[in-house]
């Protein structure tokens, strides 16, 4: 359904349960980068995107370090992935900046449950 490579591991949704579960009528949530959220949006464009973004490139960077986890070359790699994909938030549906997780949450659920324009 939808591939990508970050940091050179490879990622990615097979097709067949994501459209048995929506034979289903169960709703997919899929967490995927902007590469597969353009597939997606070929594939599906009935989709919903949201977009969950850090409250600033700094804020991000500081995540990261805080984190311990990943060697400098990698965060490196994660800052100008995340600036490129800052760049496309007008292609999404929503775009949520996660600052408070509490905050983020409800208008994630909003964003999700709310009403919506193909309601009625």
Known sequence: MEWAEYA??????????????????????LEIDLTGARQIARTFPQAMRIF????SLVELEA?????????EEVI?????????EL??????DYVIV??????????????IFGEQPWQE
């Open 87 to 92: 760049a496309a938030l007008d292609e999404f």
């Open 52 to 55: 969950i973004a850090p409250p």
């Open 98 to 111: 996660n600052d408070d997780l509490e905050e983020s949450i409800d208008a994630l659920e909003n964003a």
């Open 63 to 71: 995540r990261l370090r805080k984190r311990s986890t990943e060697p």
């Open 8 to 29: 050179g591991n490879l990622y990615g949704t097979p097709k067949a349960p994501v459209e048995a579960m929506i034979q289903q009528g169960k709703w997919v949530l």
């Open 76 to 84: 490196a790699q994660r800052l100008h992935h995340a600036t490129i």
